[in-house]
């Protein structure tokens, strides 16, 4: 966004609300999403940005006439401040006061609320509709999209190649999961599966793509009727040569555009369908009402089958992050000499220079592909924002003087990795000490814990706050989200948090363990790791660690650490040295081997001298 942000919004908003008064609007939801309701989106689907400025990952808009309210959650608080205008963008909290919420008391009676039906999952349209109800107004979805008539340069829409996923890799056939998917369908006496979901269809099929940036998966639909026919929605111009071959002759292929238009063929008076209410456009929902066919809202049986990894895809995650810690502890290496010298010689490094080098030395890792995310490389007071992007033309510089943290992860041929780490160089904030120590045992209370089958992630997250809780203090993201095999960053269902999510935690699936502590205006911590859920002998489940990148100890108050949470930090390190180190350049071993030194709590004689 160029400098005058403010004038070119304000010129943006005011085309928008032409266009809204040309279809007699007096409201309209402009969320994040795009046709499959996923995290990330390509630039042709970048709306909300368009209209607002903000460009973080999660977040909704409410334009009027005369004012915007955009709605994101804590992650994103300075960000929003920082990128949208107070005199054009009202803010609010996504989850504190849902905009939902908002439009009850704000919309006026026989206002008419707009949205693109495409755009919105039915839970959403149902949470809207209800709101607009109490204050007699009325939602309606709309034909073609009023921020796409007024964004005349509008990217086009994404073109990746779609290629093959490998069997060696996928461990399991397409056509093995539709075998499995149809008996789900059988008992719920389901006549057709609708799916929207990128990462779904990719892991279904066994594909990837390359449409979004961080997400190696097409975008397309997917539709399977009871008999085991299947109707694939993609453009068949980004297909690698010879997948054709691959794809099993169960599969019809159509253009991505006739979606709806086949499905209106297909579904019948009576038919039930399923979709996920979360994770479909409206659309899909208002067109099998209209058939006279009955919606069926729920998890979508891909999602629970794609959460618990087979043999195969768990063998390439666990091979994948021995590769991504060698790149972690070659940029440690890098860091920890390369910042003091540099600020000592008046040319600092700086926290851009600082996200390109992690990302060097991933190229250098056999099997890397990608990013999985845009990597999170903060210095000092900008670590207190959970989802900073570091400026490549104003970067700030990491400096001796202050902490420094690292968010990245990448995508291998055989997996997906998602790391934090806090890097300090020696000179300490007041009361860094304190949460960082406390970060620590917030990650090894969580990842030592076993649980009882039946368990959610709801259920346990407090287990985790517990020693940033003793102190007064807190974190204001999840505790832990799922990982895709070489698919999403950021995987459904799974996740462990404060909301709600009944989704009970099984074999096979995989998350992070990521709590943090954020001080406004000061420093960021966040320590993560990527765990496996297994099952002990006793039929209890446990995490068992994946990611293998050293944990700083120099800031951590030792004489506060039990017993337990020290033999444990000394038996991870142990178990990093033996993995990594023979991988690593000769400065990242020896490095290695200093940070792995075991740590010991002080003596009792000690501290009652202290």
Aim: glycine share 8%; net charge negative; aromatic share 10%.
């Amino acid at each position: 966004m160029p400098e005058n942000r403010s004038a070119v919004l304000a010129e943006r908003l005011t085309a928008l609300r032409e266009e809204m008064k040309t279809r007699g609007l007096d409201a309209l939801v402009v969320p994040r999403f795009d046709a499959h309701q996923g995290e990330y989106v390509a630039p042709h689907d970048e709306r909300l940005g368009f209209v607002t400025g903000f460009t973080g990952s999660a977040g909704v808009a409410i334009v009027m006439l005369d004012r915007v309210r955009l709605f994101v959650d804590g992650r994103y608080t300075v960000q929003a401040q920082n990128q949208c205008p107070a005199n054009l963008i009202e803010r609010d909290h996504l989850f504190e006061n849902p905009p939902e919420s908002w439009l009850a008391e704000t919309a006026q009676p026989e206002w008419v609320i707009g949205y693109d039906a495409m755009l919105l999952p039915p839970n959403w349209v149902k949470r809207f509709e209800g709101a607009a109800a109490t204050s007699g107004a009325v939602m309606t979805p709309l034909t073609g999209n009023p921020v796409d008539a007024i964004w005349a340069d509008q990217p086009a829409e994404p073109f990746g190649t779609i290629s093959a996923f490998p069997l060696q890799f996928a461990g399991v056939s397409a056509s093995q999961k539709r075998g499995n998917l149809l008996e789900l369908m059988m008992a719920e006496e389901a006549d057709f599966l609708v799916e929207t979901q990128p990462d779904n269809i990719a892991w279904f099929l066994n594909v990837r793509g390359d449409d979004v940036a961080y997400n190696p998966m097409p975008q397309s639909f997917l539709l399977l009727d009871k008999t085991g026919a299947g109707h694939w929605f993609v453009n068949r111009d980004k297909f690698e040569d010879g997948l054709d071959d691959t794809l099993p002759d169960w599969l019809k292929l159509h253009p991505k555009d006739a979606f709806l238009d086949v499905l209106c063929a297909e579904v019948k008076p009576g038919n039930k369908v399923m979709l996920d209410p979360d994770f479909s456009p409206a659309a899909v929902t208002h067109l099998v009402r209209a058939a006279k066919a009955e919606a069926v809202h729920g998890l979508s049986p891909v999602t629970s089958a794609k959460a618990c990894k087979n043999d195969t895809e768990l063998e390439g995650l666990r091979a994948c992050h021995v590769e991504d810690a060698v790149a972690w502890v070659e940029f440690g290496s890098w860091l920890q000499s390369t910042v003091p010298s540099r600020a000592a010689a008046g040319n600092p490094v700086s926290e851009y220079e600082a996200e390109a080098k992690i990302l060097e030395f991933r190229q250098a890792r056999p099997g890397f592909l990608s990013e999985s995310f845009h990597t999170i490389s903060c210095a000092g007071a900008n670590a207190a924002m959970c989802h900073y992007a570091a400026d490549p033309d104003v970067s700030a510089p990491v400096l001796p003087s202050a902490p420094y943290l690292l968010d990245s992860g990448g995508q291998y041929e055989t997996g997906t990795t998602d790391a934090t780490r806090s890097y300090s160089f020696g000179t300490l904030p007041e009361g860094y000490a304190e949460a960082y120590t406390a970060v620590y045992k917030a990650l090894f209370a969580l990842a030592t814990l076993r649980f009882p089958k039946g368990t959610q992630g709801h259920h346990i997250d407090a287990i985790c706050r517990r020693p940033l809780w003793d102190l007064g203090l807190d974190y204001d993201h999840g505790t832990g989200h799922g990982i895709g095999h070489r698919l999403s960053v950021h995987e459904q269902p799974q996740r462990i948090g404060k909301p709600y999510n009944p989704i009970d935690l099984s074999t096979g699936m995989v998350l992070s363990i990521e709590p943090g502590y954020y001080k406004a205006g000061g420093y960021g911590i966040r320590i993560e790791n990527l765990f496996e859920v297994r099952e002990a002998d006793d039929g209890f489940l446990y995490f068992e660690n994946l990611t293998w990148v050293p944990i700083q100890t120099d800031a951590l108050i030792l004489d506060r650490l039990s017993e337990a949470e020290t033999d444990w930090l000394n038996t991870y390190h142990a178990k990093v040295e033996e993995l990594v180190a023979a991988r690593c350049s000769e400065d990242a071993r020896h490095w290695l081997s200093g940070v792995c030194r075991p740590v010991a709590r002080p003596s009792s004689d000690w501290q009652q001298a202290v």
